[in-house]
C-alpha cells in the first residue's frame, strides 16, 4: 500500500429509517401530532419517550460499520448488487448525505461523478451548459474557459453548441454532459455508473477516457457494472452486500468470488440414491460435473479449456446406449451437439448393468461468455432413450486479455481463437501511381 | 511530487444539534452562486414574449389596480404624495421582497436533482434566488425614477439611506426565504402556504395605505413587520414623505436580524438530513 492515504473510512454507517422512505413528505398536521405524542410520552416516562420511539420505528442501514484505506494514486472499483451501499458509500464520501455513524478522512480535492449531466438545463444552450454544469461540479470558471475547447471536440457536437439543448437528441446529450464529466481534474475522483449510459460506441468512448483518468495517477473509486472493464482499471475491488464490505483484495479474485454468488450455476450433481435417481428402466443417472481441465483453476473463462463429465447406471444388458450432448447459450441456440466420435468398443459388446462415465473435452478458445445448459441424451439406434434437460447450467467468463482498452461485449455464439496472417502487400512509393487517384 | 503539496484534509462524520455557520464554505462557493443566479436570470425570461418587461409589468399592472380602488374609489390617504407614485414606490421593495420569498421557499425542492447529486453548501440555493431577483428590482426601480421625475418630486438627501432600506428588505427576504425552503423539504404543505402568506403580508405591510394610519402607540409593535420599515423608510429616502424612521423601524431592523440569524442557523441545522428527504 502506498504510504500516502488518500480515503480513510473507519466504521461509517448509515441508518435510513424505512417509514420515512415510505412517507417521504410527512405533513405539517402530522409532524404535529407526532410531536405532541412524543411529548407525552416524553412527559409521561420522564424524558425517554423520545428514544423508545425511535427504536419502534423501522429502520434498515444502508451502511454498516464499513472501514477501508484507499492510498493516494490508486483505481479501487465497487461492485455488489443494487441496494448494497455502493451509491451511499459514495454519497457519504462526497458529503451529499452525512453518515450515521463512524469517520471518514479524505486528502485532496474531490470531485464526484454520481450522475450524467447533473444540473443541465434544456432551456439553455451546450454552451451554457457547460458553464453551469462545469461549476456545480466544482470547476472554477477559468478552468471551464480553458479546456472548453477541448470539451466541445470531446463531446462533438461543435455545430450545435449554440443551440438549446432540449433540441438535443439523447445521445448528444449524454455525450455534452459526459465531455465536461469527463474533463474534471480534482485529486479524487468518485464515479458512479455513469458508464452504463449511451449506445456501444460512446460507452467505449467513457471507458477509454477512464482508463486514461486511471493512467494519470489519480485516485478514483467507481462503481461499475461492467466487471470486465473494472477488472482492467482497477487493481483493487471492493465489494458490498447488504451495507457490509464483503470483500477487499485484488480485482480478478473479488469479481470471481462476486460471480460465483451472482451465478445460477449447476456444475456437479450427485445421485447417490439409486431408487430416487432421474432415469428409466433403461438408464439411472449418477453423476454429473463441468470443471476445468486444469485441477487448479476454479472458474471456466473463454480460453479456459473445461470437461464435461457424466456417469449413469446401464440397467439393460446389451443396451448400445450412444449418448450425446447438447449445448445450448443463453439464447437458447444449439452451439454445438457432439457425441463420440467412434463407437467404444465395450459398449457393443454386451455387458451387464454397469457404470459408465462419458467424458467431453472442451477446448479452450471456442465458447463466447455466457451462461450454457448442457442436455445429456442416450441413443438406441435412432431411437431416444432418455434425455435429460439442463443437466447442467455453466457460466464461461469474459478476460480481459486481448481486448487492447475495449470493453464492449464481445459479439458472436463462438469466440474462437483463428489463425491470421497481416502482410504489407506494397506501399504508395512503390506504385507512383496511388497518389493521382487519391483526390 | 504532487504528494509534496500540502492537500486539502476533509473530515466527514455525524453532526448532530447546532452547528455553525461556516460563512468561509459559502464563500468559496461563490462562483457557483454566481452560475446559478445566472441560470435563474437566463431562464427566467427565456420563451416569453415580453422578457425582462415583465419585471416592470409586474408592480406597474398591480399600481394601476389599486390606484383604481384604493386611491380613487377608496381615496385612501397617501402622504401628500399622488396616489400612483405612493402606491408603486412601497411595491418596487414589496415585489422584490414577495417574489423572493416566493421563489427561495420552493427553491431547495426545484433543485432537488442538484442536493442529491453534487455537494454543496446549501445556503447556495434559496440565497441564489433571492439575488436573482435583485437584477427585477433593479428594472422596476429605474422606472421609479422616471416616475419621480414624471411628477416633479424633488430628491431630498435623506436619499443616501436608500441602500440601507434596500439591504434590509435583503435581509429580511433571505431570512424569510431560508426559514421557508428548509420547512418546505420536509413539510411540502409550505408551497401551499406561500402564496397566501404574502397576499396576507401585503395587506400588513404600509403599501396601499401609509403607516400613518397606524395609531402612532401601535407602530413599534407594527415594525415586527420588516417589510414595513423597508416601505416606509423606501417612501421617506426617496420621496420625503411621512415622519422620519424612528421606533418602528427599529423594530423592523432587529426583526429582520432575528429572522435571518435564527433562520441560518435552522436551515443549517436541518441541512444535514436535505438530501435523504427532499
Known sequence: MPAETAITVDGISKRFSIGRVRNEHPTLREAIAAGAARLASGLLSGGRGDRALETRENTIWALDDVSFRVGAGEVVGLIGANGSGKSTLLKVLARITEPTAGHARVRGRLGSLLEVGTGFHLELTGRENIYLNGAILGMRRREIQARFDEIVAFSEIERFIDTPVKFYSSGMYLRLAFAVAAHLEPEILLVDEVLAVGDASFQQKCLTKMDEVARQGRTVLFVSHNLIALENLCERVLWMRDGRLAADGPAKRV??????????????????????????????????????????????????????????????????????????????????????????????????????????HVPGDLLNDGVYRVSFCLCRGHELVYCQDDALIFDVRDTTEGRDAWYGKWVGAIRPALEWQTELVETPLAAPGARADGS | MASKVELPVTDIGPTSGWVALRFGELWEYRELLYFLVWRDLKIRYRQTVLGASWAILQPLITMAVFTLFFGILVRLPSDGVPYPLFAYSGLVPWTFFAQGVTLSSNSLVANQALIRKVYFPRLVIPVASVASIVIDFAIAFVVLLGMIAFYGQPFSPAVIWLPFFFLLAVVAAVGVGIWLSALNVLYRDIQHIVPFLVQTWLFATPIVYPSSLIPETWRPLYGINPMAGVVDGFRWALLGSGAQPGAMLATSVVSASLLLVSGLFVFRRMERSFSDVV
Not at chain 1, 334 to 349: M, Y
Request: charged share 20%.
Open chain 1, 255 to 360: 469479481i470471481g468470488d462476486y460471480l460465483r454468488t451472482l451465478s445460477t450455476a449447476v456444475t456437479e450433481r450427485l445421485w447417490s440414491d439409486h431408487a430416487t435417481a432421474p432415469g428409466n428402466e433403461y438408464v439411472r443417472m449418477h453423476a454429473v460435473r463441468v470443471r476445468p481441465s486444469q485441477l487448479a483453476l476454479r472458474d471456466i473463462d473463454v480460453k479456459t479449456p473445461f470437461v464435461l463429465e457424466f456417469e449413469y447406471w446401464q440397467g439393460q444388458p446389451g443396451a448400445r446406449l450412444v449418448p450425446s450432448i447438447h449445448v445450448f447459450n443463453d439464447q437458447g441456440i444449439v452451439v454445438f451437439n457432439v457425441g463420440p466420435i467412434e463407437p467404444t468398443t465395450w459398449n457393443t459388446r454386451e455387458a451387464g448393468q454397469a457404470l459408465i462415465r462419458d467424458v467431453c
